[in-house]
């Protein structure tokens, strides 16, 4: 059967000199300037247009091209790129470029990328609708009056429009799975440690991870080959990164495969996701695989611990940006301290100040040992929790998100009915896991619906496989897929 | 009412790395504004510090000089706190396992000040005022710290410098720090309290800041206890504050009171891993540690016969205590040598950190040929210290100034025959002498050792002489 990777589809069209690279990344530019799906901040026209042409040149004179050459791509707004401005979504960064290359963009950028430009994301990646962006959320391809999801909307939106080929995005509590899952993609969370974070701009640094979204698993694991890489730079990079290799194994039998179902994941989700988890099951069932029902009652903590621990290393985090050596700075003021809180105060949007507040009390003397002391034990918990599943299963399949793509602006009674989203997303964050959510199915708004395969740590391979393999007999990432963009 | 003085100490100690602490910028003092930078040591979003082995080497060393034990496993905090120069707007310190704990220093009264812990952590930058302005350096930010905190068990000013004193001389002599608190690269915060002489309870402290010398630092706590018995002495009670020592009001004054003190909100840094040490490591580091000046000083005055006070100011700068050990190896008495360097040496040095340094112009060695031509009696003791101020100069060695004739030294005959022609020639100051008069055997005697050219022994030429003259 053809393969369905738009990477090794693009490879095949630049080799056969059907098209030149820099032919097609006008195409892209164009479809990225006519498209309403606001998913880019910035465009990096000229810089697109000359990797394009480095790539052409290589053609012409015959040498061999690897897969990613000549590809075009996107960058989520927080993954830094020399001067490129990189804003994460936020006024405090605005015109901010920065000094120096994140490791993964130096890595793809040695591979002859072409970086079509920076994409939209909720503010800092705080956000599930890529709505606290401070130029607005990026639009669902799949029904522009719908969410994107986030935090990095603005990848799966350009992905799935078709005006990027693959994105890197960052996921901290489901920021690549749960935008991925709206615009039915695949988005990869791999292993803490496994991608370099350096150049990433932090949100929750305990928690932050690199990883693509993009149309199919071959994609996916394509692209987080050339990206997990033990880095020096990163003190929590793992050297075992080096030694994933997930394309080489996608085309291996699942038979046997031991397939747990944590059924506190499935409590009160929507019965239009429930039904097309249900149905994956027998496509799994009837791949040889095993599948069993257990209890994980530890993730029910899941939900506080993540917005304890995350907002505490956020608030501490976010605590740079005063408007003295980069980024934007208020016009008015009288004295030092008043330049920083009034730069802060126009400079971030109100989800930002929510959680940076939090964090600050979270972390407050006489509330440490209450909040985020326990909320670190309770880290503890759950990851031992994890552990324990996987003495028994290979994999577990969960949703991504408990619903669908909601319509945009929707109104929440609380902040705390939105942080509901990403309870499907957070305990694999907790636990430093690998999760891939892929397409499997679509709800009655023809809206996608994703499931998400976890692994323990460094088993990246063995959930692409699955994914890939469920793919393979599915058709959930090609079908109703939007008309817009490139057409490959 | 008699009252007690208790003071602690923290000591910040800039550490002796080439390199700062979380990157590879250059870790030097006095380079121009904002050139020993990089995004990782200005906080650029997205940059992610990677701690520098060294640093945690001469921590351990720290350590282990100073007697403490040795945490194998600890981990780097966040100390929140907005401040211009401070670019993450966090410190990277250590808060809860800091990496050596339970050490002391022993004064010479034999009293044990007890050091509670020592961590380590990045530097802040600088600012700098200008009217209307203000300027921002970053060079120092991230240059490595390790500070050193002392339970509160001094009890005088001297009891503070001595401790002081002997904290900066085994920072030296271990290769931590070069400790000059005139350039920053050691500063001291006091903490001091009185009570009631004998009471077993701790009054209300107050906290004196950045400490750059010895001497403001004792004026400091004179002023600072002096201060507080006045309070208590009227009726008032000590208020718990920041204080900085105004060095030309000879005065204490408020920084911040205890309502306005930070909450730090510290929590383990997520951009670094635990550090984990074997006992092999701490093994290794201690291998590595040169002789403390306290076991010198032992060794100087009890197996080699060098006075207390001598001992004291060779072991003070341990590039005199090598100098004087490399020159005194082969030697029988190495007090010689230990009079040649704090005589003659340290005269033709004037301040006290061209002692430290000890940069002179002759090698160990040099001075080692010199002392054993005195020990062998090829020349004395006079000829010697004329030779070696010559050598100080030049940096020439001995040969350059005493030719081999003059290492003969010179027979009795030679000696007698000299002496009688002395008595024959000086007849008046023998008479003066026969009459009592002690100082006219010195003329004859220094018109002596000028024929022989400072080859003759000065006591056997008297002893000559004084028989000569009662035969006559």
Known sequence: ?488 | MKYELVVGLETHVELATKTKIFCSCANDFGASPNTHCCPICIGHPGTLPKINREVVNLAIKAGLATNCTINFRSKMDRKNYVYPDLAKAYQISQYDLPICKNGYIELSSGKKIRINRIHMEEDAGKLAYKPSEIYIDYNRGGVPLIEIVTEPDISSSEEAKEYVEKLQNILRYAGVSDCKMQEGSMRCDVNISVKPFGSNSLGTRTEIKNMNSVTFMTKAIDYEYERQIDVLEDGGKVVQQTLRYNESKSSTESMREKEDAHDYRYFGDPDLVEIILSSEDVEKIKKSLPEMPESRFKRYTETLGISEADADLLTKYKNVADFFEAASKEIKSPKIVSNFIIGEIFRSIETESEKENFDISITPVQLEELVKLVELNKINMNLAKKTLAKMLKTGKGVGEFISESDMQGISKEEVERLCKDAVKNNESAVKDYVSGKEKALKAILGSVMRQTKGRGNAQEIEKKLVELIKNT
């Open chain 1, 1 to 488: 059967m053809c393969s369905r990777s738009v990477i090794k589809k693009i490879n095949k069209l630049l080799l056969s000199k059907e098209l030149s690279c820099k032919e097609l990344t006008e195409n892209y530019l164009n479809q990225i300037s006519s498209s309403s799906l606001n998913a880019y901040i910035t465009v990096c026209k000229d810089k697109a247009l000359k990797s394009a042409e480095k790539v052409d040149e290589k053609i012409r004179s015959g040498e061999k091209l690897e897969l990613l050459e000549g590809i075009p791509m996107t960058l989520k707004d927080n993954i830094s790129t020399k001067a490129i401005e990189t804003t994460c979504g936020s006024r405090i960064l605005k015109g901010y470029k920065p000094i120096y290359n994140a490791t993964v963009w130096n890595t793809l950028k040695s591979k002859n990328s072409v970086l079509l430009g920076k994409t939209n994301m909720d503010e800092f990646a705080m956000g599930s609708s890529c709505e606290t962006s401070f130029i607005g959320g990026a639009k669902n391809p799949h029904n522009l009056n719908y969410v994107s999801g986030g935090s990095s909307g603005g990848v799966a939106s350009a992905v799935a429009g078709n005006i990027a080929a693959y994105g890197l995005g960052s996921d901290t509590g489901g920021s690549v799975r749960q935008p991925s899952s709206f615009c039915g993609l695949v988005g990869l969370k791999p292993t803490y440690g496994s991608v370099s974070r350096y150049g990433l701009v932090a949100y929750a640094s305990s928690f932050d991870q690199i990883g693509p979204i993009a149309k199919t698993v071959e994609d996916a694991a394509i692209v987080f080959d050339e990206i997990a890489k033990y880095d020096p730079l990163d003190s929590t990079s793992n050297p075992k990164a080096n030694s994933l290799k997930t394309y080489e194994s996608l085309t291996k039998s699942v038979k046997g495969l031991k397939i747990g179902i944590p059924k506190e994941y499935y409590d009160g989700i929507d019965e239009e996701v429930r039904k097309s988890l249900e149905k994956a099951l027998e496509h799994y069932k009837s791949l040889g695989c095993e599948i069993k029902e257990f209890s994980i009652p530890e993730v029910k903590a899941a939900l506080p611990v993540y917005y304890i621990l995350a907002c505490a290393e956020a608030s501490s985090n976010l605590s740079r940006f005063d408007g003295i050596r980069y980024g934007y700075k208020t016009s008015h003021y009288t004295d030092v301290n008043e330049m920083i809180s009034k730069t802060r105060s126009e400079g971030f949007g109100a989800e930002v100040k929510r959680r940076i507040l939090l964090g600050n009390y979270v972390l407050s003397s006489g509330y440490y040992d209450a909040y985020y002391k326990k909320a670190q034990n309770l880290r503890g918990l759950i990851s031992r929790a994890f552990d324990k599943a996987f003495n028994t299963f290979d994999i577990l399949l969960t949703p991504t998100s408990p619903v669908t793509a909601f319509p945009a602006n929707k109104k929440y009674s609380s902040p705390d009915e939105a942080y509901l989203c990403d309870i499907c997303t957070v305990p694999v964050n907790i636990a430093g896991l690998p999760g891939v959510s892929i397409p499997c199915g679509f709800d009655s708004n023809d809206l996608p619906i994703g499931m998400q395969l976890i692994g323990k740590k460094f088993s990246e391979a063995k959930i692409l496989n699955a994914a890939h393999q469920f793919e393979l007999v599915t058709n959930f990432n090609y079908i109703k897929t939007p008309s817009m963009g490139v057409k490959i």
